[in-house]
């Protein structure tokens, strides 16, 4: 449900209809970095696995898993949605 909501806000709503703004990882990058965190990893294991559910899923099949550095991409028929990554204090 949460990511059809991205969706339709992202693909289909325009103006003030659209309620998710997209802001790219690279500005979360910068903000995180002021705060002396750093960007940890996902295995190539758990990008598999996130295949693997998305296939079970109605229209899973539509879902797409990309690399952003050490970030996740996950978007639906190519258009990103959301951006999974993970931080730690260094």
């Known amino acids: 449900m949460y990511l059809g909501e991205g969706i339709r806000s992202i693909v289909a709503a ?6 998710i703004r997209h802001v790219n990882i690279d500005v979360w990058r910068k903000f995180f970095a002021r705060f002396g965190m750093k960007e940890i ?3 190539a294991s758990s ?3 996130a295949k693997l559910v998305a296939g079970k ?3 899973g099949s539509c879902c797409t898993f ?3 550095g050490k970030s996740v991409n996950i978007g639906w028929n190519g258009t990103p949605i959301e951006c ?3 931080w730690k204090f260094s």
């Open 66 to 68: 990309d690399m952003d």
């Open 47 to 49: 990008l598999y696995q």
């Open 57 to 59: 899923i109605p229209c």
């Open 84 to 86: 999974l990554s993970a």
């Open 41 to 43: 990893g996902f295995s």
């Open 14 to 19: 325009e103006g003030a209809e659209r309620a």
